[in-house]
Structure formats: C-alpha cells, structure tokens
C-alpha cells in the first residue's frame, strides 16, 4: 500500500518549517515519527500535498530537565522516554507509559509530541500529559505558542494546534517533593488501544494527600479528567483505603466507556475503579520513596 | 505526479543509490530498487514486524518509513547479518534451536534479536518476550524464538571471551 502522491519538503530549521507549512496552506502535514500519519496516508485516510518532515532539524530530540521543568522535544522518541533513567526516577508515570505505548519497534520511531499533535482520543500521551499539567509549545508565523495539555484536544484528531502551528516542545513541571505518580493500562495485547487506563498523580505532606490528578484512558470520547475523584482525596491519608476505594468510585461513575471488542461497558467502568485505586497506590508509594 | 528524488543511503555496509517517488516506502526500496528480497512485507500496516530492518542500529517497520527519511542514513537488512566468516549468532541460533517454522517472520524476528543483544546481551526470558512484542510469529514458534535467542547470546559470549 503507498500512500496519495505527496511533495516532501525536508527543512533544516523551525523557520523553514513554519515557512512550508504556511505555504502549504492547510494541505500540508508536520511528519516527526510519522507511526500514526504514514499508516492513516497508507489507507488513504489522509492525503496530504505536502509531507513536512521534522528530522532534519538539530535540536529537537532534547530531552532534559531544566528550569523546573522537564523538556521533551518534538524528536524524542517513545523508546527514548521508556529508556531514560531521568524519567524513570522523576517522572514514572511517564516511563510506566511509555512501556505500554504500541509496540518497541513503533517506539523507536513514534514520538509523544507527535502522539498529541496527531490526536488520536485513545492516545496514552493526552492522559499523561494533562495529568502531569503539560504546557505545549507550538511555533507559527505569528511566533510562539503555548497550549495547556488540559484541555488541548477538542474532538477526535482535533487539537487546539492551528493549521499553521507545530508543536515543537511539550515541558512538564518538575515533581515537588514527596510527589509520586503511575499510569496503568489494560490491553487484551500489545499494541492495542486500552481497553482502559489510568494516569494519576499525587503531591504528600506526611501521608497527607495535597494535591491529585487523575486522567482516564479511553473510557470516553477523550481523555476524561476525574476531578471529582481527585478532589476527594484532598487532605486524606494515602494509607485510608475507603477514600482510595471512593475515589475510584467517582473514576467510574464519571468514565463514560462503550461496550466494544475490548469489553462491555460494565467491565471497563470497573475496570477505572479498580486501576484507579492501585494506580494511587502506586504513586503513594513512590511519593514515600517505598517504590524505585 | 511527484518528482523522483535521489536517496543515498549505507545499506549492509555499502553505499547505495536509488531513485525513488517521496512516498516510496523503505521496504520497497529496500525490494525492489536494491533488490534485497530477504526484508519480507506482511501486514503493510504496521502490525507485524515482517520488515524489520535496523536504521541507525534501531529496529524500525520498513513499511513505516519513507525511503527519504532513510537518506544519509544506516540501514541493516537481514542480508547484511552473516558475516564473512560464516553465520552471525543469532542466525545461527535461529537454525540450531529451530527458531522457526514457515520462516516468514524470521528476517524480522532477527533484526529485532540482534538490536536487543547489542543493547542488552544476556536478556531474561521476560526481556526477550518484551522485545520480541512487536514482531508477530503466525506459527506461534515463540519458545523456539526464545531459545534462539538465549543460545545466541551464549554464543555471542563465547565468542567476545
């Protein structure tokens, strides 16, 4: 299977970058690892005239911590995440997704900038970095931009990416002390969508719980922001298991998954509560230190 | 209808030219305009790993990448494995434990065992299956892929000793 005819442009920097995608005019595709658009070209789901490839730009595989902040860079691969020891330390909701995003040989190419800007609703990547409270940056004609990965897709492969915008850089806050986070996916097998997963995040003082989040994977039209069930962790003990059990009650209950291959809806409405609770668990245990 | 375009690309070790449109997938090139047959195409949609061929030392689905994105850049086909003093390792292995039984998936099985043991030499079982995740056997010849993936590390071992 080939893909429609396309031109394809290779620039060198950002500039030349925003220069052939504003010429493009809306016909024109940013490719970074290309695992989600070559295969869409393929089944002719997408045609674009123009294929904009970013590997050619030096710079855009950083992958750091700096400032308060963690720097992913439009070029860094899922397998790079799944491998640094930075993240694996500081940032184990990300390392724990990245083991699960498709396949390691789609890892070595596929990129989590990428992953969002293309906007697949059962992407891993949106969870973890609304989770996380990402900040995207994108370029465009008119300079810089900076999305918040909260509320960035709109609907199914849309974004708030303009047409003539790239994401270049997602940065995602440094961890405050005693925080500790987990993303746990349940796929029939590998390479699949979840049939459900669970990114969340939590902030201690003691075994005090002072800040959550929790993001739930493809149990809705997009990534679901379970601010119900995180709000109600607010100043309980990460230990007092009925709260935990609460809290993935209100996963569940605001979960709006449909019965399909992967499982009925009831199955994946139980399946939230469940992963909700571990995935706490998880991340209350790394946030003491108890879990490398 | 697009220009085609030259890519120059080390393929096993030699230089190589193609003409190619921009949507010429690595796989075709690699098939059809330097005529290495032994990189296979099953699913043709990034599912099975059949076309595993190494870019710069990494695994990749050659049905998933343009032949441009391959320009000035290593590839490692299943061709360029033995070397001149007979089978690599993990050939070797594969043909000593019976690492397969229709062969359709092997080239690509190898590529992605030989990345693996250049990163990680002495994998555990588990180790292996992950790695080996992206690249399906139809067969289901896994135990025997796994064998040959634990006698080509020892092999590999005693060689480096």
Same mark, same amino acid.
């Given at each position: 299977?080939?893909?429609?005819?396309?031109?394809?442009?290779?620039?060198?920097?950002?500039?030349?970058?925003?220069?052939?995608?504003?010429?493009?005019?809306?016909?024109?595709?940013?490719?970074?690892?290309?695992?989600?658009?070559?295969?869409?070209?393929?089944?002719?789901?997408?045609?674009?005239?123009?294929?904009?490839?970013?590997?050619?730009?030096?710079?855009?595989?950083?992958?750091?911590?700096?400032?308060?902040?963690?720097?992913?860079?439009?070029?860094?691969?899922?397998?790079?995440?799944?491998?640094?020891?930075?993240?694996?330390?500081?940032?184990? %909701?990300?390392?724990? +997704? *990245? #083991?699960?995003? !498709?396949?390691? @040989?789609?890892?070595?190419?596929?990129?989590?900038?990428?992953? &969002?800007?293309?906007?697949?609703?059962?992407?891993?990547?949106?969870?973890?970095?609304?989770?996380?409270?990402?900040?995207?940056?994108?370029?465009?004609?008119?300079?810089?931009?900076?999305?918040?990965?909260?509320?960035?897709?709109?609907?199914?492969?849309?974004?708030?990416?303009?047409?003539?915008?790239?994401?270049?850089?997602?940065?995602?806050?440094?961890?405050?002390?005693?925080?500790?986070?987990?993303?746990?996916?349940?796929?029939?097998?590998?390479?699949?969508?979840?049939?459900?997963a669970v990114g969340v995040m939590v902030v201690l003082d003691g075994s005090t719980i002072t800040e959550a989040s929790i993001g739930l994977t493809n149990v809705g039209p997009l990534t679901i922001h379970a601010a119900d069930a995180a709000?109600?962790?607010?100043?309980?003990? %990460?230990?007092?298991? +009925? *709260? #935990?059990?609460? !809290?993935?009650? @209100?996963?569940?209950?605001?979960?709006?998954?449909?019965?399909? &291959?992967?499982?009925?809806?009831?199955?994946?409405?139980?399946?939230?509560?469940?992963?909700?609770?571990?995935?706490?668990?998880?991340?209350?245990?790394?946030?003491?230190?108890?879990?490398? | 209808?697009?220009?085609?375009?030259?890519?120059?690309?080390?393929?096993?070790?030699?230089?190589?030219?193609?003409?190619?449109?921009?949507?010429?997938?690595?796989?075709?090139?690699?098939?059809?305009?330097?005529?290495?047959?032994?990189?296979?195409?099953?699913?043709?949609?990034?599912?099975?790993?059949?076309?595993?061929?190494?870019?710069?030392?990494?695994?990749?689905?050659?049905?998933?990448?343009?032949?441009?994105?391959?320009?000035?850049?290593?590839?490692?086909?299943?061709?360029?494995?033995?070397?001149?003093?007979?089978?690599?390792?993990?050939?070797?292995?594969?043909?000593?434990?019976?690492?397969?039984?229709?062969?359709?998936?092997?080239?690509?099985?190898?590529?992605?065992?030989?990345?693996?043991?250049?990163?990680?030499?002495?994998?555990?079982?588990?180790?292996?299956?992950?790695?080996?995740?992206?690249?399906?056997?139809?067969?289901?010849?896994?135990?025997?892929?796994?064998?040959?993936?634990?006698?080509?590390?020892?092999?590999?071992?005693?060689?480096?000793?």
């Amino acid at each position: 299977m080939l893909p429609s005819t396309f031109e394809y442009v290779a620039p060198t920097s950002l500039d030349e970058a925003v220069q052939a995608l504003a010429a493009g005019a809306g016909d024109a595709k940013i490719m970074a690892g290309g695992q989600s658009l070559l295969p869409m070209m393929k089944l002719r789901l997408a045609s674009p005239g123009t294929i904009i490839d970013l590997n050619g730009i030096a710079g855009l595989d950083t992958l750091e911590e700096a400032d308060g902040m963690l720097r992913i860079g439009a070029l860094v691969r899922h397998s790079d995440l799944e491998k640094s020891e930075l993240v694996a330390e500081r940032y184990p %909701i990300i390392h724990d +997704a *990245a #083991l699960h995003v !498709a396949d390691p @040989l789609i890892r070595n190419r596929g990129t989590f900038c990428g992953s &969002l800007a293309h906007g697949d609703p059962a992407g891993d990547w949106a969870t973890v970095a609304a989770t996380l409270g990402a900040e995207l940056h994108a370029v465009g004609p008119n300079g810089a931009v900076v999305h918040s990965a909260h509320d960035f897709q709109t609907s199914m492969f849309e974004t708030q990416l303009g047409m003539d915008q790239i994401l270049v850089e997602a940065r995602i806050p440094a961890p405050k002390a005693s925080q500790g986070s987990a993303y746990l996916k349940v796929e029939r097998k590998v390479g699949d969508y979840a049939a459900a997963a669970v990114g969340v995040m939590v902030v201690l003082d003691g075994s005090t719980i002072t800040e959550a989040s929790i993001g739930l994977t493809n149990v809705g039209p997009l990534t679901i922001h379970a601010a119900d069930a995180a709000a109600s962790l607010i100043g309980k003990s %990460i230990d007092d298991a +009925a *709260a #935990l059990e609460e !809290a993935g009650r @209100l996963a569940a209950e605001v979960s709006e998954p449909s019965s399909d &291959l992967r499982g009925p809806e009831e199955y994946k409405r139980d399946l939230v509560r469940v992963l909700t609770k571990r995935a706490l668990r998880t991340a209350g245990a790394r946030a003491q230190g108890k879990e490398a | 209808m697009s220009d085609k375009v030259v890519v120059t690309t080390t393929v096993n070790g030699e230089e190589c030219e193609a003409m190619v449109e921009p949507r010429t997938l690595l796989v075709h090139m690699i098939r059809e305009s330097l005529h290495l047959t032994g990189t296979h195409i099953g699913c043709d949609t990034t599912s099975c790993g059949a076309c595993t061929v190494l870019l710069d030392g990494k695994p990749v689905k050659s049905c998933t990448v343009l032949a441009v994105q391959a320009n000035g850049r290593e590839v490692l086909t299943v061709e360029g494995l033995e070397a001149a003093d007979g089978l690599s390792p993990v050939q070797e292995g594969f043909k000593e434990e019976h690492g397969l039984h229709c062969g359709y998936c092997t080239p690509g099985m190898m590529m992605t065992v030989t990345a693996l043991l250049e990163e990680n030499p002495h994998p555990s079982e588990d180790e292996i299956r992950k790695a080996i995740s992206g690249n399906l056997c139809r067969c289901t010849g896994y135990v025997n892929i796994i064998k040959a993936v634990h006698y080509a590390a020892r092999k590999r071992e005693g060689a480096a000793a």
